[in-house]
């Protein structure tokens, strides 16, 4: 079932000239995310549990890509050898705009979060919930322009 979904992403990106990037951090991100999502949703609603419910928002995706893509570098690694890291390559940052603005919006709110969590008491608040929001929001609608315009110059 799932290489179904994958494939059907592939369609669409060649059918749309969209970026295997952009598919991958909109589509393929909010459906593999959900899930922990509706479980952190569920949790954060008992003040017992809200604390389990941040920290799992957090550290489930820190350990997915930590340990996910940990792992998958050590298997490409040791089958193919050294590996090239252009992500910052003068010529190739255009090229990797969207992975740069993945980084950045996770620093973002990683910083932001830490500096909530230590001037709010480790409090958290329906305005934090919107400002993340909004990060969020920011960054798709911002994601969305790039990959379109970058599929409208090479169409």
Do not use: C, E, H
């Not at 494939?7 to 459906?31: E, H, K, P, R």
């Not at 489930?60 to 570098?73: A, D, E, K, N, P």
Request: net charge positive.
């Amino acid at each position: 079932m799932y290489g179904v979904l994958i494939d059907n992403l592939n369609t669409l990106g060649v059918v749309l000239n969209l970026s295997t990037t952009y598919l991958g951090l909109t589509i393929l991100a909010v459906g593999n995310a959900l899930p922990d999502a509706l479980t952190t949703i569920s949790l954060a609603k008992d003040p017992k549990t809200a604390t389990m419910a941040i920290s799992g928002g957090y550290a489930g995706q820190l350990f997915g890509l930590l340990v996910g893509f940990g792992l998958s570098m050590l298997k490409v690694t040791l089958m193919q050898g050294k590996q090239a890291f252009t992500l910052f390559v003068g010529a190739d940052i255009k090229t990797n705009i969207l992975d740069i603005m993945v980084i950045g919006t996770a620093l973002i709110v990683l910083t932001f979060t830490f500096l909530w969590g230590v001037f709010n008491k480790f409090r958290m608040s329906k305005t934090f919930a919107w400002i993340m929001l909004g990060i969020y929001g920011a960054f798709f609608v911002s994601a969305t322009i790039i990959a379109i315009i970058q599929a409208a110059k090479t169409y």
